[in-house]
């Protein structure tokens, strides 16, 4: 695909983006941006404007022309483990039994740098091939992970927040660090690749379980050095699990409160699951700024439980959408998405297209601390665009002929699609990802600059 960045970029579609958060289960609401039929304009890697299609921008303009077809920001995955497509779609245990069988022997062959290259760019590609161009990622423990996905996402133009994992207990001795070179190699990390281009390091705790207190206070001291970068981690995923934190750290109140008590709990937290959670946590997640980072799909897999979305906004909490793969059985986050309003379902409420699609878009950036860069077409956001066909498939395309408004059309194609529908991919105006070349001329118009 190529490399090179148009100055100036014209993309004609549906426009949907969101200019605020959409309330809980309200379907007429004023925070849906939706321009059929219009152009979104790029200049270099930019959002400049927007304008009807009645109004095409002149020849000093790349144009491609998608009409009859959505366009979209490119989606924010806030949780998801790279290493772990080697994995996915693994058989029958829950949490911690499938971390010893699966997970841990997976992540282990990342010690290899040829493996851990080749790992990373087939994991990114794999995002933009599923309309994702940026993401909160868990590497491995091992240093030479999380470099390869620094670099491969800076060679691709996206949008990354990673960084080494941490661990120096009840894991595999190879797959153990110790807390004086773990700090070593974060801090290396970070004055190479932090704030590097579109790049930003987290500090990356795998969960408590897994890290002594001595591993979890340097965490909160290069958090406390570092301020702007993130701390990403695992927080009450599993009951089992939950009395695991319990038994090992019993001076804390919660397990939520094991990484407050070490400094991890603040605005730039990403905290992946948080289905069992009570209101004081939900509070302190308020309070601190901090997201939980929902995973239906991972949940549902490994049944872990139902998370209370609507309880931890009534809470005040921030929450983004994450695909956790591989325990999440896809990177597609119109799967993803799909998932979550199931979830919903059972507990008795019912997630709009727009809360849900706010929540791997503005919802997320916003979250991160990243609205004015990604999650929207506003003015000044970087080019991450992607466009999907509306229907795909005699039921797809059906059902499309027969919606009656705007929430029902959106519904449909999240609960329908996946990445079939994508028909390409722009990371920072520079087309990144497209359809097979058997059917790229019968989805694009391309019209001469």
């Known amino acids: ?20 958060m959409p309330e809980w289960a309200t379907i007429e609401t004023p925070a849906v941006r939706f321009r059929p039929d219009h152009w979104v304009l790029i200049e270099d890697g930019r959002i400049v404007g927007a304008q009807p299609a009645a109004q095409p921008p002149d020849e000093s303009w790349e144009r491609h022309d998608y009409r009859g077809r959505l366009v979209l920001p490119g989606f924010i995955d806030t949780h998801v483990h790279s290493p772990q497509i080697d994995m996915i779609a693994s058989y029958g245990t829950e949490l911690l039994d499938w971390l010893n069988t699966y ?15 080749a790992g990373a760019a087939r994991f990114l590609d794999a995002l933009l091939e599923s309309g994702t161009t940026s993401a909160v990622v868990f590497p491995t423990v091992h240093k030479g992970s999380a470099e390869a996905l620094f670099a491969g996402a ?26 004086v070179k773990a700090e070593r190699d974060c801090v290396d990390l970070i004055e190479r690749w932090h704030g590097v281009g579109r790049n930003s390091y987290a500090v990356t705790v795998r969960f408590a379980p ?13 958090c406390a050095a570092y301020p702007t970068t993130y701390m990403q981690t695992h927080v009450a995923e599993n009951r089992d699990e939950v009395k695991w934190v319990q038994s090992l750290f019993p001076e804390a109140r919660s397990y939520l409160d094991v990484y407050t008590r070490a400094g991890l709990l603040y605005s730039r ?11 004081n946590d939900r509070a302190a997640i308020r309070d601190s700024g901090a997201q939980v980072a929902h995973s239906p799909s991972s949940n549902l897999f490994l049944g872990s439980g139902l998370f209370d979305w609507n309880g931890a906004v009534q809470a005040g909490a921030n929450v983004s959408m994450a695909s956790d793969v591989g325990a999440g059985t896809s990177l597609s986050m119109q799967r993803t998405l799909a998932d979550a309003y199931k979830i919903q379902a059972l507990n008795g409420q019912r997630l709009t297209a727009w809360k849900a699609l706010h929540s791997a878009t503005r919802g997320a950036a916003q979250a991160l601390g990243l609205e004015r860069e990604i999650g929207s077409f506003d003015i000044g956001c970087t080019a ?3 466009v999907w066909d509306w229907a795909r498939g005699l039921v797809a395309e059906r059902r499309d002929q027969l919606v009656r408004d705007l929430h029902e059309r959106v519904f449909a194609w999240l609960t329908l699609s996946d990445e079939r529908n994508l028909v390409a991919a722009y990371v920072a105006g520079v087309k990144r990802h497209a359809a097979d070349a058997a059917t790229a001329a019968q989805q694009e118009v391309a019209l001469p600059a």
């Open 384 to 386: 991450d665009v992607c």
């Open 154 to 179: 800076s060679a691709r133009g996206m949008r990354l927040v990673t960084g080494k994992v941490l661990m120096d207990r009840n894991a595999p001795p190879s797959l153990c660090d110790d807390v």
């Open 1 to 20: 695909m190529t490399s090179q960045l148009p100055r100036r970029l014209a993309l004609r579609g549906d426009l949907l983006d969101f200019t605020g």
């Open 269 to 279: 937290s990403v905290l992946a699951h948080g289905i069992w959670l009570d209101d």
């Open 103 to 117: 997970t841990f022997p997976a992540e282990m062959c990342f010690a290899n740098p040829a493996v851990a290259h």
């Open 210 to 222: 897994t890290s002594t207190p001595e591993q979890l206070q340097m965490a909160g001291q290069l």
